[in-house]
């Protein structure tokens, strides 16, 4: 599975961003898929996660009630909405997919495939 993150840049705090992750090589209908972010210096952070099945959706609780997962498995792609974007959202994004036991996780070991990042950048 090949994965591909669009949609970064720099946004002003407030404002908001929507990151695509485009699978191919196979299909992610039945993967589960999720969203993580890295600064430098620190360790890869979850984001949000959803099961293939459901399906169901985890947020870590600093995008609670801001950011909204969600996919379409006929086009093979992950979405990430993120409002009301703060300065330490700031950090490279990234896609990952995986088959996870338990249909969704967010611990980075889970996945399987990841993709190459892209960057969100919040400031004014």
């Known amino acids: 599975v090949q994965l591909v993150e669009s949609g970064g840049g720099l946004v002003q705090p407030g404002g908001s961003l929507r990151l695509s992750c485009a699978a191919s090589?196979?299909?992610?209908?039945?993967?589960?898929m999720g969203w993580f972010r890295q600064t430098p210096g620190k360790e890869r952070e979850f984001v949000a996660t959803?099961?293939?099945?459901?399906?169901?959706?985890r947020y870590a609780d600093s995008v609670k009630g801001r950011f909204t997962i969600s996919r379409h498995n006929a086009k093979n792609t992950l979405y990430l909405q993120m409002n009301s974007l703060k300065p330490e959202d700031t950090a490279v994004y990234y896609c990952?997919?995986?088959?996870?036991?338990?249909?969704?996780?967010?611990?980075?070991?889970?996945?399987?495939?990841w993709g190459q990042g892209t960057q969100v950048t919040v400031s004014s």
């Open positions: 990952a997919a995986g088959t996870i036991a338990q249909a969704y996780s967010d611990s980075p070991g889970q996945y399987a495939y």
């Open positions: 959803i099961s293939w099945i459901g399906p169901t959706i």
């Open positions: 090589g196979r299909t992610v209908s039945t993967l589960s």
